[in-house]
């Protein structure tokens, strides 16, 4: 009687190791986009990544967690089908972390852009000027391939020479958006953004001060006249427009899904 009950014990523990072990693992693999229809999503709490998902989704299922970074190690463990999220944060996260990928159809499509006060038509015409010339050089492209890697960690900000003749530009952002805001392993604001906003500063012949705030809090201080302008993968919004100027869109990203490779 006991060594038919050791038996079945032993046999009961196998079963589950092995429910643990390929529980999470039994999902369709994902190929393209259209598969994720009524599938299970990992987002950010406190985001509206879910709302975005739902409105090409509606039958989509949500799991949520603390930050991004979580939601996409939730796919690689198998607990999801797939992370929503602002595309270049999810590409910056699969650069660094091996059997992840970035599916190339979005969820939804969005322009990024800096902005400013609703008078300040002069300065957006400057950072319009210097997205424009970015993209005819080429240097451009330098950017994406430093901040956007293909596999790897972001790069490091270029030593770009400012004058300061004509005063200081305040520029307000959140650095909390790797790769285009976040801070770096010397603890300074850095990122694709903040490659940008220094040639802006330069072409204007000014300093460039940083300022490291909320993301929340970006548009009340650009209104109250804190910053001079502001950017940190903000999304060109009608609603938005309503209270500060836009630049052109220096970045088309949007809703993207992350998948287990």
């Known amino acids: 009687m006991t060594s038919r009950s050791n038996k079945f014990?032993?046999?009961?523990?196998?079963?589950?190791?092995?429910?643990?072990?390929?529980?999470?693992?039994?999902?369709?693999?994902?190929?393209?986009?259209?598969?994720?229809?009524?599938?299970?999503?990992?987002?950010?709490?406190?985001?509206?990544a879910d709302k975005l998902v739902l409105s090409k989704f509606p039958n989509a299922k949500f799991k949520y967690f603390n930050s991004v970074?979580?939601?996409?190690?939730?796919?690689?463990?198998?607990k999801a089908d797939a992370a929503a999220y602002d595309e270049p944060i999810l590409k910056n996260i699969a650069a660094k972390n091996p059997g992840l990928k970035v599916l190339s159809e979005m969820i939804t499509v969005d322009n990024y852009g800096f902005a400013v006060n609703l008078e300040n038509s002069e300065l957006k015409n400057s950072i319009d000027s210097v997205v424009a010339q970015l993209k005819s050089t080429g240097k451009y492209d330098e950017l994406l391939t430093r901040w956007l890697p293909k596999a790897g960690s972001p790069g490091t900000l270029p030593q770009i020479q400012l004058t300061g003749k004509?005063?200081?530009?305040?520029?307000?952002?959140?650095?909390?958006?790797?790769?285009?805001?976040?801070?770096d392993g010397t603890q300074k604001v850095t990122g694709f953004d903040i490659e940008i906003a220094y040639y802006i500063a330069q072409k204007l012949d000014m300093q460039l001060e940083i300022i490291n705030m909320d993301f929340g809090a970006m548009i009340p201080a650009l209104i109250s006249k804190k910053v001079?302008?502001?950017?940190?993968?903000?999304?060109?919004?009608?609603?938005?427009?309503?209270?500060?100027?836009?630049?052109?869109?220096?970045?088309?990203?949007?809703?993207?899904?992350?998948?287990?490779?």
């Open 9 to 48: 014990m032993l046999i009961s523990f196998i079963a589950t190791i092995v429910f643990i072990i390929t529980g999470c693992s039994n999902r369709e693999k994902i190929t393209n986009l259209s598969q994720l229809d009524g599938k299970e999503f990992a987002v950010p709490t406190g985001t509206v």
């Open 69 to 78: 970074l979580d939601a996409s190690m939730a796919v690689k463990a198998g």
């Open 166 to 183: 004509n005063g200081t530009l305040k520029f307000g952002t959140s650095a909390v958006t790797e790769p285009f805001a976040f801070i």
């Open 228 to 261: 001079d302008m502001i950017g940190a993968c903000i999304t060109i919004t009608e609603e938005r427009s309503k209270s500060v100027l836009f630049s052109v869109p220096y970045y088309t990203g949007g809703i993207a899904a992350l998948i287990k490779e």
